[in-house]
């Protein structure tokens, strides 16, 4: 390891990153899916309701994914878990950023049951705004 070099930091970035990506995939998925006329037809009653629903979901989540961050770092199990700081704000990071994530994958669900391409985007879109407002940050993991 390099002097100052905190290997959590690079964790952060990678994992960061592959959930971001993730994001962009469910689109993909959405695109390759729709084109091969692999969806079938489905007759959802309930889906403007789960719009709804979701979408509240979706907003409460990316509301709260940065208190959780938090609130997960200062518990005392989290500290005893692992006494490196670091680690300790990988793992609380690391849940906020599932949260986030998750906002994508009620769009790609959404967009399965109703075939509303903007839905599909605004939930994607979300998402990704979500994960780069949580990115990251060199300085949260010096200690």
Do not use: C, H
């Not at 109703?114 to 839905?119: D, F, L, M, Q, T």
């Amino acid at each position: 390891m390099e002097p100052g070099k905190n290997p959590a930091i690079q964790t952060s970035w990678i994992v960061w990153g592959a959930m971001l990506t993730s994001v962009f995939l469910y689109g993909v998925v959405a695109r390759i899916i729709t084109a091969q006329g692999a969806l079938p037809d489905m007759d959802v009653p309930a889906y403007p309701v789960l719009r709804i629903v979701f979408m509240t979901l979706g907003a409460a989540l990316l509301f709260a994914a940065p208190a959780v961050g938090r609130k997960l770092e200062a518990l005392p199990s989290v500290r005893a878990a692992n006494p490196d700081p670091a680690r300790q704000r990988l793992a609380a990071a690391m849940v906020s950023w599932a949260m986030a994530e998750a906002v994508g994958v009620f769009g790609l669900v959404l967009y399965f049951l109703g075939r509303e391409p903007w839905v599909l985007y605004v939930f994607l879109g979300a998402s990704a705004v979500g994960l780069v407002a949580l990115r990251p940050d060199s300085r949260q993991y010096q200690g």
